[in-house]
């Protein structure tokens, strides 16, 4: 059974940067995704970015349009960890962000949740 764990999550203010981690643990596949999700109070959760691995090597990075630009996500194969840079941060990036994996970035949604990290942007 896949595990995932997130850190990095924080206090930033406006304009500054986070980077988030997540980190599988158990088996994984040779081609599969991994990705984010944010949910803030009172909103739905909301795809925010994902990359496709297959052999090694990514082969698809994906962002929702709010995020473009400004948050860059990477990650180390071997290590099945995943990384999202967020740079420039806004007041309405506010919000619990949750790691997801599966076999697409499509099925994320769908797939194994981490248990999330708080990420706050101050005025």
């Known amino acids: 059974q896949v595990q995932l764990v997130e850190s990095g999550g924080g206090l930033v203010q406006t304009g500054g940067s986070l980077r988030l981690s997540c980190a599988a643990s158990?088996?994984?596949?040779?081609?599969?995704?991994m990705g984010w999700f944010r949910q803030a109070p009172g909103k739905e959760r909301e795809f925010v970015a994902g990359?496709?691995?297959?052999?090694?090597?990514?082969?698809?990075?994906a962002y929702a349009d709010s995020v473009k630009g400004r948050f860059a996500i990477s990650g180390d194969n071997a290590k099945a960890t995943v990384y999202l840079q967020m740079d420039s941060l806004k007041p309405e990036d506010t919000a619990v962000y949750y790691c997801?994996?599966?076999?697409?970035?499509?099925?994320?949604?769908?797939?194994?949740w981490g248990r999330g990290t708080q990420v706050t942007v101050s005025l």
């Open positions: 997801a994996a599966n076999r697409e970035i499509a099925t994320l949604v769908a797939g194994i």
């Open positions: 158990g088996r994984t596949f040779s081609s599969y995704a």
């Open positions: 990359i496709n691995w297959s052999g090694g090597r990514v082969v698809r990075t």
